[in-house]
C-alpha cells in the first residue's frame, strides 16, 4: 500500500526568506504526486501536481516542487515566503483505481511566518 | 465555475443521532470522492464515485456510514447511530474527466457530543 511521509510537523520561518518542505512516499509504480495546502477551517487547495514529465514542476502562488525517483522524494519549495504563506501543507500520492484517483495523505506541517 | 459546496459546513449532534451531509461538486465533474479529516492529521478516503456507480468503499466505512450520489450529481453522506470517534471533518472533492486533480470543498465539521 501507498503511503507519504512528511517529517517535519511544525516549521516556522521569517517572511522572505525561502522554505522547503519534505515528503516522501512509499509507491510501487510511477507516481502521481500532489501538493495541497489547508487554510484553517478550510478545504484543500491544489498547489502543483506531478504526473510524468520534468521532474521540477510550477505551481501556484510561486510554488514549485522537484520529484526525485531515487529518493522517493517531492519536496515543496519557495524562494520568498509571504506572510499570507502561513497555513498548513499536505503532500499526497495517488492511486489510480477503477478509473479514479484515490489520494493518500501525509500527516502535514504547518507552517508558521514570522514578520 | 462555482467550486465544490458541502452543506452544512458544521454540524454538532448527540451520540447516537443519525447526519446527513451533502455534497455539490463542480458541474460536469463526473467522479465525485468523500475524505474524513481528524485533528492534526491529513484526510483519508472514504469512498469514491464515477457517475452515479459507488466503485470503492475504504475499511474506514463502518456499516454506519453509507453515501449515495443519485443521477450523477450531488452525493450525501449518512452516519447512524453517531458516535464520539465519527467527529472529524468531512471533505468532498471532485475531478472531471479524464482529470486526476481533485478539487476539494470546504468540508462539513462534525462535532458529536
Known amino acids: 500500500a501507498q503511503s507519504v511521509t512528511q517529517p517535519d510537523i511544525h516549521i516556522t520561518v521569517s517572511e522572505g526568506a525561502s522554505l522547503e518542505l519534505r515528503c516522501n512516499y512509499s509507491?510501487?509504480?510511477?507516481?502521481?504526486l500532489f501538493w495541497y495546502v489547508q487554510s484553517p477551517g478550510q478545504g484543500l487547495q491544489l498547489l502543483l501536481k506531478y504526473f510524468s514529465g520534468d521532474t521540477l514542476v510550477q505551481g501556484i502562488k510561486g510554488f514549485e516542487a522537484e520529484f526525485k525517483r531515487s529518493q522517493s522524494s517531492f519536496n515543496l519549495r519557495k524562494p520568498s515566503v509571504h506572510w499570507s504563506d502561513a497555513a498548513e501543507y499536505f503532500c499526497?500520492?495517488?492511486?489510480?483505481?477503477?478509473?479514479?484517483?484515490?489520494?493518500?495523505f501525509g500527516t502535514g506541517t504547518q507552517l508558521k511566518v514570522e514578520l | 465555475d462555482t467550486g465544490v459546496s458541502q452543506d452544512p459546513r458544521h454540524k454538532i449532534t448527540k451520540r447516537g443521532q443519525n447526519v446527513t451531509f451533502r455534497c455539490d461538486p463542480i458541474?460536469?465533474?463526473?467522479?465525485l470522492y468523500w475524505y474524513r479529516q481528524t485533528l492534526g492529521q491529513g484526510p483519508e478516503f472514504l469512498t469514491y464515485?464515477?457517475?452515479?456507480?459507488?466503485?470503492?468503499k475504504s475499511r474506514l466505512l463502518s456499516d454506519r456510514f453509507s453515501a449515495e450520489r443519485p443521477k450523477g450529481s450531488f452525493s450525501t453522506l449518512e452516519i447512524q447511530r453517531t458516535e464520539q470517534g465519527d467527529s472529524a471533518m468531512y471533505l468532498c472533492?471532485?475531478?472531471?474527466?479524464?482529470?486526476?486533480?481533485?478539487?476539494f470543498g470546504p468540508g462539513t465539521r462534525l462535532t458529536v457530543t
Open positions: 509507491y510501487g509504480a510511477t507516481p502521481y
Open positions: 499526497a500520492v495517488g492511486e489510480l483505481t477503477g478509473g479514479g484517483n484515490k489520494l493518500t
Open positions: 472533492a471532485s475531478t472531471p474527466y479524464p482529470s486526476y486533480e481533485q478539487y
Open positions: 458541474s460536469e465533474h463526473n467522479r
Open positions: 464515485f464515477q457517475n452515479e456507480a459507488q466503485l470503492e
